[in-house]
């Protein structure tokens, strides 16, 4: 079973979500479980969420949440800080009422503050959030593409956050288009190997399959559709048959495109898996 999908809207009620990514040919979705931009979840009713968990039961559909866009787990900002724990928190807890597999974070921005401190906060932040929620959901930090004072653009950075961590609950979600831009080239299996022996590919749950706008190492953070970018096709080929990457559940975030439709690119993926057994 290949869990590939997207991320798509919950515009009209959570439960919906099942509706959108069942027609474009999901196995797996990505949603926000409440406004990406704001900081306190918006409630939920009971009815609400026996209909999504209803809808996950009758398509078996993969649901990962991923948090808002605000949180910054790495400030060290009092006030900030406090805010994103307590939505990390929250968050957990949603995930536990939906029976989501997974709730993907990002590491954030020290602001300044050093790569020491800020990593330190991340882990500090993961686990009061773990203490304070009854969630056995994991979370999976994500990698960044290199933006100033962002953490997560080398892979270390990540591995350090789990060894502060400890926890079984913690785990990685590797974006391609971020990785490329970071200076990693997923393109080449050698270039693999050097890769996961910076993180233990037994951590990584969840794939983020973008192509990338820009050219490798340019720490841009700029999405192409699959073969549309300087990934391509042959690249992505190559990425999706190194051993262990398809167990994974992959997820894009790519553009609404004129050029391919969504479910047309859902489609193009599964036959980079398996090009036989898909055809």
């Not at 990505?30 to 398509?59: C, E, H, M, Y």
């Not at 999706?240 to 609404?256: A, F, H, N, W």
């Given at each position: 079973m290949l869990y590939i999908g997207r991320h798509v809207s919950i515009s009209g009620?959570?439960?919906?979500?099942?509706?959108?990514?069942?027609?474009?040919?999901?196995?797996?979705?990505?949603?926000?479980?409440?406004?990406?931009?704001?900081?306190?979840?918006?409630?939920?009713?009971?009815?609400?969420?026996?209909?999504?968990?209803?809808?996950?039961?009758?398509?078996?559909?993969?649901t990962v949440v991923h948090m808002p866009y605000l949180p910054n787990i790495a400030s060290s900002k009092k006030d900030i800080y406090e805010k994103s724990v307590e939505s990390?928190?929250?968050?957990?807890?949603?995930?536990?009422?939906?029976?989501?597999?997974?709730?993907?974070?990002?590491m954030g921005s020290h602001m300044g503050d050093g790569k020491e401190k800020g990593l330190g906060n991340i882990a500090a932040a993961i686990g009061r959030a773990v203490d304070a929620s009854d969630s056995d959901t994991p979370i999976l930090i994500e990698n960044e593409a290199g933006h100033a004072n962002s953490l997560g653009e080398q892979l270390a950075d990540m591995a350090s956050v789990a060894g502060m961590v400890g926890s079984r609950r913690l785990g990685f979600c590797l974006d391609t288009c971020h990785l490329f831009a970071a200076g990693y080239d997923i393109r080449s299996h050698d270039a693999l190997d050097r890769m996961f022996s910076e993180i233990d590919i037994g951590m990584?749950?969840?794939?983020?399959?973008?192509?990338?706008?820009?050219?490798?190492?340019?720490?841009?953070?700029?999405?192409?559709?699959?073969?549309?970018?300087?990934?391509?096709?042959?690249?992505?080929?190559?990425?999706?048959?190194?051993?262990?990457?398809?167990?994974?559940?992959?997820?894009?975030?790519?553009?609404?495109?004129?050029?391919?439709?969504?479910?047309?690119?859902?489609a193009a993926v599964r036959l980079l898996c398996d090009p036989v057994r898909n055809k």
């Open positions: 009620g959570i439960d919906t979500a099942f509706d959108k990514a069942k027609s474009i040919g999901c196995t797996a979705m990505q949603i926000f479980a409440t406004n990406p931009r704001g900081w306190k979840l918006s409630p939920i009713d009971a009815g609400s969420v026996a209909q999504f968990r209803a809808k996950a039961s009758k398509t078996g559909i993969r990390l928190t929250q968050n957990l807890d949603r995930c536990s009422m939906l029976g989501a597999s997974y709730l993907v974070a990002h990584v749950h969840a794939l983020h399959l973008n192509d990338a706008k820009m050219e490798l190492g340019s720490h841009r953070d700029r999405h192409a559709n699959i073969g549309f970018g300087y990934i391509g096709l042959e690249g992505f080929r190559s990425f999706l048959s190194y051993d262990g990457v398809q167990s994974k559940t992959i997820l894009l975030e790519t553009p609404i495109s004129d050029e391919i439709s969504e479910a047309d690119e859902i």
